[in-house]
């Protein structure tokens, strides 16, 4: 079971989570729980690191971090216990939970979870600090913003658990945001790859990260909501949305649990920038010169349109980066003018990507012109396209999201009925 920062925000929300806790453990359940900081701890702790030190140690900072959830997972221990349970903390380095790669942003490599399983077996609820790990060297890591998913899905799988509960701030994956279309369906379902995909463009509930290593080590994920009341019954009458497998998924279909749908989901996303060099030398190698020194500082490249090239042996290129790294990437492709040989760079940070998800597209034709045909119907100009084998995203101006997302989601038939 997994509590993100809004459910862990003062003493009153912990008991209101230590409430649910014990009723799945009375469940005959055996349980282990991971929390995130109080809402808004992670962003006081990262602003007293950088009055200490501007230029801050990472390996220090990973410590001062880190503590937002040993503070959250001792007090649920403490309250766990309040109220007649046995329950312990085990912290990263205790479990302990090995991490590879840089401070601030590692990646869990191994749980050694022997004796925290040990306590389960014997009734006791072991309590985890969310973010946290511990390097080769010794030293704590965390694994960035949202890490918590993570650390659950690592856990759960360390356990061999039946299913990873993540408790949010709403009650499932919907087909697109319920406060941009009143009439979103709640999904009991989702494949593992279409919620890699929603993720990755713009749905908040899960990380990218968790949801990758769900899918790698077989973790069965359900998104529930932790705003219930206090007399909640067990996760396993709760209708949350399952993350599960693809051979899953069609179990589910054929026992008519589910409606096989062509589109899942409708994501959108505006953090986005499109970046145009106009007149690129039409020759090879001129790409490569202008996304090497992007990657090498890390700037992530999602859609990229090269025109016809011109008669003068001229092309323009464009593409998008995320809205925080427009700068940093027009100082870097400015610093690289003469080496790639474009005239000019035009930016527009009021853009939005639209993304249509669903597995059903494998096997089905027409996604594609639906999507297109439906923007155009309501006067919305496509801007750059870029597609998957489950995926078609678009780029549109930034105040034609709501509209864009209303259409959509009424051309694939995803309106529950009135």
Known sequence: MKFGGT???GTERIRRVANIVRAQAANNSEVAVVVSAMAGETDRL??????????????EYDVVVASGEQVTSGLLALTLQSLGCKAR???GWQMPMKTVEAHAKARVSTIDAPEMIAGMEAGEIAVCPGFQGISDEGRVTTLGRGGSDTSAVAVAAAVKADRCDIYTDVDGVYTTDPRIVAKARKLK???????????SVGAKVLQTRSVGLAMKAGVRIQVLSSFVGDDAVPADELPGT???????????????????????????????????????????GAVADIFAPLANASINVDMIIQNVG????????????????????????????GDIGFNRVITDSKVAKISV???????HAGVASTMFSALSDRGINIQAISTSEIKVSVLIDEDETELAVRVLHTAYGLDTAD
């Open 89 to 91: 903390s085990w912290l």
């Open 7 to 9: 459910s862990m925000a």
């Open 189 to 199: 379902a989702v494949t593992y790859e279409e919620m890699l995909e929603l993720a």
């Open 357 to 363: 998800v669903g597995v059903g597209m494998k096997s």
């Open 46 to 59: 990262v602003g007293f690191c950088r009055e200490a030190n501007a230029l801050y140690d990472p390996a």
């Open 310 to 337: 011109r008669d003068k042996g001229e092309t323009d290129v464009t593409f998008t980066v995320p809205g925080a790294d427009l700068a940093r990437t027009q100082a870097l492709l400015d610093d690289r003018r």
């Open 242 to 284: 399952l993350i599960v497998s693809d051979e899953e998924m069609e179990q589910m279909v054929e026992r008519g649990e589910m409606e096989r749908q062509l589109v899942t989901g409708i994501a959108h996303d505006k953090n986005e920038a499109k970046v145009t060099l106009t007149r690129v030398p039409d020759k090879p």
